[in-house]
């Protein structure tokens, strides 16, 4: 099982919008809803900004959506701001092990 | 508030072992399973291993199979990571993670702590 894919590295302005995608297959994230973002600056612990495809937690801004299409789920940022700038992981935590990763993108705020 | 405490990392040669805890506290820790996920240097998160919340069942990657054991410590809110014969392919920082009790994500993670397989 290999990890989800994902673009190295996403870009774009204050104020504008980002999708952040992660590809799997028809078996993963195909079938199974339980793919969850989280959003690393260096130096600190990960934080979850979705979970189950489209869920918000609480505390999260809603600038953060999440969707999924086939076999490809997605993190939209809209209205970016400088904060934003970090690491994103996708993940999946499907009915067996292990929980996959995908490689991670590195958002840039211009 | 919930908080999760890593410790035990540190400098260790290849083939040796090392055991790393964590610390938790803000929650009933005997009612949620806890992960242990890590990053290499330069590279992207990698779950490593998960215990249940009543200690009954364990997975671990397939990089880690044979050679690390999870356990926890209930009377201590303590989960622990026994890693033997590392490799310098298991340099990382390591992650203490507290899944949620009914959704399949993770909520809170620990700062990490960091281990150098190296002669």
């Known amino acids: 099982q290999s990890a989800l894919t994902q673009p190295r590295s996403v870009s774009g302005s204050p104020g504008q919008s980002v999708t952040i995608s992660c590809t799997g297959t028809?078996?993963?994230?195909?079938?199974?809803?339980?793919v969850s973002w989280y959003q690393h600056h260096p130096g600190k612990a990960p934080k979850v900004m979705i979970y189950?495809?489209?869920q918000r937690p609480s505390g999260v801004p809603d600038r953060f959506s999440g969707s999924k299409s086939g076999n490809t789920a997605s993190l939209t940022i809209s209205g970016l701001q400088a904060e934003d700038e970090a690491d994103y992981y996708c993940?999946?935590?499907?009915?067996?092990?292990?929980?996959?990763f995908g490689g991670g993108t590195k958002l840039t705020v211009l | 508030q919930v908080h999760l405490v890593e410790s035990g990392g540190g400098v260790v040669q290849p083939g040796k072992s090392l055991r790393l805890s964590c610390t938790a506290s803000?929650?009933?820790?005997?009612?949620?399973?806890m992960h242990w996920v890590r990053q290499a240097p330069g590279k992207g998160l990698e779950w490593v291993a998960v215990?249940?919340?009543?200690?009954?069942?364990?997975y671990f990657a397939a990089s880690v199979q044979g050679r690390f054991t999870i356990s926890r410590d209930q009377s201590k809110n303590t989960v622990y990571l026994e890693m033997n014969s590392l490799r310098t392919d298991d340099t990382a920082f390591y992650y203490c993670?507290?899944?949620?009790?009914?959704?399949?994500?993770?909520?809170?993670w620990g700062q990490g702590t960091l281990v150098t397989v190296s002669s």
């Open positions: 803000g929650f009933t820790f005997s009612n949620y399973g």
């Open positions: 993670v507290k899944q949620t009790a009914t959704n399949r994500f993770f909520d809170y």
């Open positions: 028809s078996s993963d994230v195909g079938t199974y809803d339980y």
């Open positions: 993940c999946l935590y499907a009915d067996t092990f292990p929980v996959r």
């Open positions: 189950e495809i489209n």
């Open positions: 215990i249940s919340y009543d200690g009954n069942y364990k």
